[in-house]
């Protein structure tokens, strides 16, 4: 996972008012402890492999035995990586953008403005490895985006509420008086507690913003086959 630039230090990279270009912010893959069963299957299949195979006396069962390991070979681990390697997620200063399909690619995408709500959820196993998943709700009543084993989900949420009041301040929303309750810069609400599992809501729309644009038409959402 790696963070881009998007400007000069200290400040917005350009006035609030100006039209700014996207820029990515950064990409990433899901955790790559998603890859910990097709590594464990890689050692069981290459341990069993090269036991069977020339252990029986009949030719026919040495090849049966080849091809079943090739087979599992192909579902359990060649499938998952590539998977994984084709399922990528792009923030950028306006959208968030996920890739995804082997055979068939698809993207889906929401633009920042049409957030209403960013909160995470990290299960036991999650937080050793500092991974988590985070839910996008989106506003018109469209459904939800999910962001899977996101890796670095803390500072990743913390990145999008970020994004998120900057898009909203430049388009006169979210002023520093809306810190309490989950409001403007300090509007970080929920707590990162103790148990198998955590959820915490990090952004709420404030109501000006509600107010002025009830269905989120001042972005969009799109998802579309590649």
């Not at 913390?158 to 979210?174: D, H, P, T």
Request: aromatic share 10%; glycine share 12%.
């Amino acid at each position: 996972m790696s963070f881009l630039s998007s400007g000069p230090a200290g400040g917005y990279p350009y006035p609030p008012q100006q039209e700014t270009p996207e820029q990515i912010v950064t990409r990433f893959r899901a955790h790559g402890r998603k890859l910990a069963l097709p590594v464990i299957a890689l050692l069981l299949l290459a341990g069993l492999g090269g036991y069977f195979i020339g252990f029986f006396e009949q030719l026919w069962l040495n090849i049966l035995i080849a091809v079943l390991v090739a087979v599992a070979l192909i579902f359990a681990v060649i499938m998952p990586l590539l998977s994984w390697l084709a399922t990528r997620t792009t923030i950028t200063t306006k959208r968030v953008i996920v890739r995804s399909g082997l055979m068939t690619r698809s993207r889906s995408e929401v633009a920042l403005t049409r957030l209403r709500t960013i909160s995470s959820h990290r299960s036991l196993g999650q937080r050793l490895v500092g991974a988590g998943d985070i839910e996008l709700t989106v506003a018109g009543g469209e459904p939800a985006l999910y962001l899977l084993d996101v890796p670095a989900a803390k500072e990743t949420a913390e990145l999008l509420q970020f994004l998120l009041e900057r898009c909203y301040s430049a388009n006169g929303y979210g002023a520093a008086g809306y810190g309490t309750g989950g409001y403007g810069p300090a509007g970080y609400s929920g707590d990162y507690g103790s148990g198998p599992a955590r959820h915490t809501g990090f952004y709420t729309q404030p109501p000006q913003a509600q107010q002025a644009d009830p269905q989120g038409r001042g972005g969009f959402t799109a998802r579309r086959r590649m």
